[in-house]
């Protein structure tokens, strides 16, 4: 029975991307794009499996075959979320000089990842509605999170080696303050409360310097 899950389904008013995506053998990263869009217009509380599947224009089935249910779905959405973080991080990470450098061009990666990409970044911290015991979202967790302590602590990153992960139980101070830091910054603009999107990040520019200037780890 399977065999039929994926069947491609075009539902009235969905184009022929989804399907084409299908037939390529890319129906999961159809999927996830699908329910990254849907998140965008909605919020995560608007979200929908199977709208999802209508957008990607398979049948209703084909989602749970891949993902289990909303919550699997969900957890991939905030997995490539912080895939594409740890990417950011550590591309700003490699072009710094020093300690300090590495610390402020991460901050600026994290808050520049965060407005464009704001229905990934706000996926990927809402735990009642994804799996935080997958694997691979505490893999790409553990790697964002490694690359910003190794930059407080001021060693190299081993993006090859094992991932690190926070321990809420006991966390790094110093690393916890630039990430308390950098996020609150970067929520209060997804939140509103700087303005609308194109002034808030206006005002990011303008801020984000003399915040971090603030930060003594």
């Not at 991307?17 to 919020?43: F, K, M, P, S, V």
């Not at 995560?44 to 199977?50: A, E, K, V």
């Not at 973080?85 to 520049?112: E, F, P």
């Not at 009642?128 to 505490?138: K, L």
Request: aromatic letters at 6%; proline letters at 6%; charged letters at 20%.
């Amino acid at each position: 029975m399977s065999e039929h899950l994926d069947t491609v389904k075009p539902s009235k008013g969905v184009g022929t991307a989804g399907a084409a995506a299908y037939h390529h053998g890319d129906l999961r990263a159809a999927l996830i794009e699908a329910a990254t869009a849907i998140l965008r217009e909605r919020g995560i509380d608007g979200f929908s499996l199977r709208e999802a599947a209508r957008r990607a224009g398979v049948s209703p089935a084909a989602p749970q075959h891949h993902f289990g249910d909303a919550r699997g779905l969900l957890t991939a959405v905030a997995t490539e979320g912080f895939r594409m973080l740890g990417d950011a991080l550590a591309a700003a990470d490699s072009a710094a000089m020093d300690r300090d450098g590495r610390i402020r061009a991460q901050g600026r990666a994290y808050v520049a990842f965060a407005l464009d990409h704001p229905a990934a970044f706000d996926t990927m911290w809402r735990c009642a509605r994804i799996d935080t015991g997958d694997a691979a979202y505490a893999a790409a967790a553990g790697r964002a999170f490694g690359l910003l302590k190794a930059a407080v602590d001021g060693t190299p990153f081993e993006d090859d080696g094992p991932p690190s992960a926070s321990n809420p139980a006991a966390p790094d101070p110093k690393a916890m303050a630039c990430w308390s830091l950098v996020h609150g910054l970067a929520r209060l603009a997804l939140d509103g409360a700087l303005g609308p999107a194109e002034a808030a990040r206006g005002a990011i520019d303008g801020m984000l310097e003399p915040v971090l200037d603030c930060l003594t780890v």
